[in-house]
């Protein structure tokens, strides 16, 4: 387990944001990301804790509609900070676990399922 401070930790997704090309983060429509110490409860759906680094609560741009969007409330990215620094045993291991979750999660948002993502290696 890493001890990293909540600062160092926003920094951290704010890093692996940056490492995202402009045109994306340009296209990403009415989402926010978010950090959380831990997932709910509910967010789990039964789950165990350290498997849930983060997760997409939304509509992937793909499903949808342009009228049927306008005003609605925004998606969320979670990042989730515990899971995350227990998983992992260096600050180094951290920032590459942030930045695998932000782009696994990101993707979520433009429609690409998990079995896609594993077999781009981004899970």
Do not use: K
Request: proline share 6%; net charge negative.
């Amino acid at each position: 387990m890493v001890e990293m401070g909540e600062g160092e930790f926003e920094e951290a997704v704010g890093q692996a944001l940056d490492l995202l090309p402009p045109e994306m983060l340009d296209v990403m429509d009415n989402v926010v990301i978010m950090i959380a110490a831990e997932p709910s409860e509910e967010q789990l759906a039964g789950g165990n804790v350290d498997d849930l680094l983060g997760l997409y609560e939304g509509t992937p741009l793909t499903e949808r509609d342009s009228f049927e969007w306008a005003g609605a409330l925004p998606d969320v990215i979670h990042i989730f900070r515990g899971p995350i620094l227990r998983m992992c045993e260096t600050e180094e291991e951290v920032r590459e676990e942030v930045a695998i979750t932000v782009v696994h999660e990101i993707a979520h948002h433009f429609g690409i399922p998990d079995e896609r993502l594993h077999a781009l290696g981004w899970a």
